[in-house]
């Protein structure tokens, strides 16, 4: 909370004031259109006797706690009055019907599945409470198999019966919801998703995250945690965090759209070798990430991207991006999608630039060992700063880093920067731009059009191991699009600015405030019960 809005909640005008006891204290207690005031203490009691015939007011609110989690906390008001009391409880839910942006009814979707298979638990036991207290209806589905959320939403759910729609589960079920209800939105308002440059329609609903997956990078990224009871309390309260989208094409085909990351060469040769060891469980990253980094495999290839403006910084500025970012306002201000069909030819031999109707494209060739696209920072507890640390969720950008050919030994120091808090990308052959579109072409014109998902023998794989820089000259590394492989290499990538929405409210700045929201609560914090 700034100080400017301190000022701006304690200078409303008084709706209710009245003398309550609270802890055989008496205190003045104020309620205005957006806090409880602070109360002040008229005089200290001796303890209650039996002939003092209080009446209870029971008040439920939210509390920040340490590193960004929030809690639900009571206080108990007393009366000597029973009229005072209703007055109090008719004025507090007066003020609540008034908050439009809670939502009252919403669809759930759980994947039992998810991480440690504890999704059906964490809700029933952690989430489903609290929507109860808030007087939150719910319409509760237990996904059965891959994509029944994403099927559900494009063709059974009637939207309009709903305020939002929240998944219980890892980043794979988020992808999931998301692309039901971006194609859901896009059929109803007949737009062609296949054309790359077309303008998609921001979908209506917001979206809810409890996490309970395994790394929970969306949830980490946009909230600052990734704890469930945070997650239900921002859908409570009705936050609204926009949120950009990338639609990735193959020549005018829509493939699939992308919240967090897009990677070519490492990331996309662990999750593919991963995918043959689902039978290890999530352990399965980590033995698939070890391989894959001593495989050390480079891949020859053509980006061409339309850089951001200059306005909205660049990835190593050091702005991060907190609640209410200027940065993602300036990108919702400035309109970075144009609208129209944007011809773009890829720059012939030796040029290093292409103009089309769009802008002037960048062109870059070369040997890479990693091509990854970041909407957001990609943070999770094990990488607290994330691929991109200064990524921002609404600009209408990605930042798109290149990892060029270099040493084992210098890639292995990039990669372990993403777990403490040097800067990854101050590497010779580390480079980082901000993009409002790319494309990416391989080295080769033919692309596969199936995943490969065979296992490598252990022979190829020791020469590889072997060899100082492996090339791949006859096939190509697929694209993990997060979490998907993609089956095709040569794609478009273009950003949606705020295209969908999210009950979350970004990662908060840090203040001297928070430890006295008990006193002064935030009217989109408001989570009363009387």
Known sequence: MLISEFFIMVNQPTLLSSQLFYENRVVEVTLNRVMLGLWKEIETRRKRSASFNCISKDVSYTERTKHHCWRCKDIIFHCLDKAQRQQWVQTINNQLSLLSIRPKRLLVYINPYSGKQRGKWIYEQRVAPLFSRASISTDVIVTESANHARDHLKTEVDLKQCDGVVCVGGDGMFSEVVHGLVSRTQSDSRVDQNQPNQDLVPCALRIGIIPAGSTDCICYSTTGTN????????????????????????????????????????????????????????????????????????????????????????????????????????????????????????????????????????????????????????????????????????????????????????????????????????????????????????????????????????????????????????????????????????IQVSVHCQLIRLFARGVERGTTFDTYTWSVIEGSNLSWQA
């Open 227 to 490: 704890d469930p009871v945070t997650s239900a309390l921002h859908i409570i309260m009705g936050d609204s965090q926009p949120m950009d989208v990338c639609s990735v094409h193959h020549n005018n085909t829509f493939l699939r759209y992308s919240v967090s990351l897009l990677g070519y060469g490492f990331y996309g040769d662990v999750l593919t070798d991963s995918e043959r060891k689902r039978w290890m469980g999530p352990s399965r990253y980590d033995f698939s990430g070890l391989k894959t980094f001593l495989t050390h495999q480079y891949y020859e290839g053509t980006v061409a991207f339309l850089p951001a403006k200059d306005n909205l910084g660049n990835p190593r500025d050091k702005i991060k991006c907190r609640t209410r970012c200027h940065i993602c306002e300036q990108g919702a201000n400035n309109g970075q999608l144009l609208s129209g069909d944007h011809v773009y030819k890829m720059a012939e031999e030796n040029s290093d630039e292409e103009t089309s109707g769009d802008g002037v494209w960048r062109v870059i060739r070369g040997k890479f060992l990693a091509i990854n696209a970041a909407c957001m920072s990609c943070a999770c507890p094990r990488s607290p700063r994330g691929l991109s640390p200064y990524a921002h969720l609404a600009d209408g950008t990605t930042d798109l880093i290149l990892v060029r050919k270099a040493s084992r030994l210098d890639f292995l120091r990039h990669l372990i920067r993403h777990t403490n808090k040097d800067d990854q990308f101050d590497m010779s052959f580390v480079e980082v731009h901000r993009v409002r579109r790319f494309r990416f072409a391989p080295k080769h014109s033919n692309v596969i059009s199936e995943v490969d998902l065979s296992e490598t023998s252990g022979k190829k794989i020791c020469n590889q191991v072997c060899t100082a820089h492996p090339n791949n000259d006859t096939g190509h590394s697929n694209w993990n699009c997060d979490g998907e492989i993609l089956p095709h290499a040569d």
